[in-house]
């Protein structure tokens, strides 16, 4: 998978924004169908993203489609209008179960072959903004093989159960574990909540790295400014990625030499620390697997 540091959202009803986003350096962008547009623009959302995907050079930027919840009415044809244009994953709202996923990816397979599309090419990301959607985690988290990510929602989560958010975010540090936790236990992106108030980017810094020190692996931003911010908080330093470089090249030889757990500066490595140092480099962007020097 490819890195996620931030993924900005973009209302996607209007193309200058999204063309202002496809010139940022930011790793992840989702053209939002869902809470950025009012019902009477969703058609018009619907037809500029499609056209947005055709015409603009994206560059390295993920190219994502949030898409309205499935129930809602509007799911499918939202599918069907940006689907023709091939946009690198659809993120679904609001799950709370794994049918959900199992509805998105089946209809995925159908437009996929209408179009001409290889099979799965089109991966899926999960919003988690419920207490049912916590619940169900582990069912969600292993529902289909194209899902790549689980997000948290936090303003929805907290409305569900009743919680007031607090600048500290107290009421919110179970949720927010047991996103990133079973992230990690399925192989997949755990991207962690919206900082509302993009305006203070020092509060924004500090929350950022708050969420990679958990184990997140990206952020969820809705302004330009808060792009450089937290793909730096999520973003391992030259010690960090020197150390896990060293780990994997280690890890890699003495595999070849038949044996497992080995030593380096006097503490042990096993396959946990191994696996850690590999998600330190696919932050950098580097290969994880060793190279000849």
């Known amino acids: 998978m490819r890195p996620r540091r931030a ?22 962008i989702c053209m939002d169908l869902e809470d950025g547009l009012a019902l009477n623009r969703k058609q018009e959302g619907r037809a500029t993203i499609a056209e ?17 919840p499935v129930g809602s009415g509007l799911e499918s044809a939202d599918l069907e209008a940006v689907v023709p244009a091939k946009p ?115 509060k924004l810094g500090e929350e950022a790295k708050q969420g990679a020190a958990m184990g997140f692996d990206g ?6 400014a808060q792009v450089e911010p937290v793909q730096a908080a999520f973003t391992p330093t030259d010690a960090e990625i020197a150390e896990a470089h060293k780990i994997v090249q280690t890890h890699a030889e003495h595999q070849a030499e038949g044996t497992g757990a080995f030593a380096i500066d006097g503490q042990m490595v096993d396959m946990p620390v191994v696996r850690a140092a590999e998600r330190v480099l696919r ?4 290969p994880q697997q060793p190279q000849n020097e």
Request: charged share 25%.
């Open 219 to 224: 952020k969820q931003i809705i302004h330009p």
């Open 52 to 68: 947005a995907l055709a015409a603009i050079d994206f560059g390295a930027s993920e190219r994502l489609v949030r898409i309205n």
């Open 7 to 28: 993924l900005l959202y973009m209302p996607g009803d209007d193309r200058h924004k999204i063309e202002k986003a496809a010139g940022l350096p930011v790793d992840t």
């Open 88 to 202: 690198d994953g659809v993120v679904i709202p609001k799950v709370s179960s794994k049918k959900q996923i199992e509805w998105v990816s089946a209809k995925l397979g159908k437009l996929e072959r209408a179009h001409g599309l290889e099979h799965g090419s089109i991966h899926l990301l999960a919003i988690i903004e419920s207490a049912m959607g916590i619940v169900n985690l582990k069912k969600i988290a292993k529902a289909d093989a194209r899902l790549q990510a689980l997000i948290f929602g936090a303003l929805d989560f907290s409305g569900d159960i009743g919680a007031k958010l607090t600048p500290g975010g107290e009421e919110l540090l179970y949720a927010r574990s047991a996103v990133v936790a079973h992230s990690a236990a399925f192989g997949l992106d755990g991207i962690d909540m919206v900082a509302v108030d993009f305006m203070d980017l020092d």
């Open 283 to 286: 932050r950098a962007n580097l």
